[in-house]
């Protein structure tokens, strides 16, 4: 159980473009989900926190204006890197929680974004 | 601000020995911990939770240990596997609370010799 899929697993754009990436809660309902960003040799940081059906949290430095997060439903949410630049190839990886007694975070196997 | 601090962040040991990893955070006021691991390129898969309330998680060969008052957390595997190989991440609640997004440690790149 507790099961998160990400799509794309890899993508490339141009620079200028839009890239939209999906983060599905498989078999659970997922009360919150957040958005983190992994650059190579970096540990994860969070981009992001999104609960159904209201407007995203971001954290501080992280531009809310380019990085869209949708949370339209208790089992999606998408974040959409909007006019990517090359400095926004990273590793994007999701995470969801049902909340609970434990608050878990089950962990998507994240999306590689290249900018060229 | 919650920062994780992992030691050693690299560690290279022969198949079969026992190991510790270090993990230790600047704000006690958490109300869980979790440890991860991490294989090249890929997502996270979460190994051990610990609820602030508790000392201690076992998982098969691994132990997970919270001293909250000090700052602390260790991981523990038994009979290190090659299989093992990867880096391990501790993280806990940016604000504390459970609801919160994760801070991570910069983890331990973990290397079992064959």
């Known amino acids: 159980g507790a099961v998160v899929s990400q799509h794309p697993s890899w993508v490339i754009c141009k620079s200028g473009t839009s890239v939209k990436i999906e983060c599905r809660s498989l078999?659970?309902?997922?009360?919150?989900m957040f958005w983190y960003r992994q650059f190579p040799k970096q540990s994860l940081m969070l981009m992001a926190t999104?609960?159904?059906?209201?407007?995203?949290?971001?954290e501080q430095g992280v531009e809310k204006d380019k990085f869209l997060i949708n949370h339209a439903s208790l089992t999606l949410s998408t974040l959409t890197v909007t006019s990517a630049h090359p400095e926004d190839s990273s590793f994007y990886i999701c995470?969801?929680?049902?909340?609970?007694?434990?608050?878990?975070?089950?962990f998507g196997p994240g999306t590689r974004l290249t900018v060229t | 601000k919650q920062e994780v601090t992992q030691i050693p962040a690299a560690l290279s040991v022969p198949e079969g020995e026992n190991l510790v990893l270090n993990c230790s955070f600047t704000?006690?006021?958490?109300?869980?911990l979790q440890w991860f691991r991490q294989d090249p390129g890929k997502g996270l898969t979460s190994l051990l939770l610990i609820q602030s309330s508790q000392r201690e998680q076992t998982s098969g060969r691994l132990n997970a240990s919270l001293d909250k008052s000090s700052g602390r957390s260790t991981l523990y595997i038994a009979a290190s596997q090659p299989g093992d190989s990867a880096t391990y991440l501790c993280a806990v609640p940016l604000s504390g609370g459970g609801a919160d997004g994760l801070t991570f440690g910069k983890g331990t790149h973990l290397i079992i010799q064959p």
């Open positions: 078999d659970f309902q997922a009360t919150t």
């Open positions: 995470s969801a929680s049902a909340g609970g007694f434990d608050y878990e975070q089950y």
């Open positions: 704000d006690s006021a958490i109300y869980n």
């Open positions: 999104s609960n159904e059906g209201s407007k995203a949290t971001y």
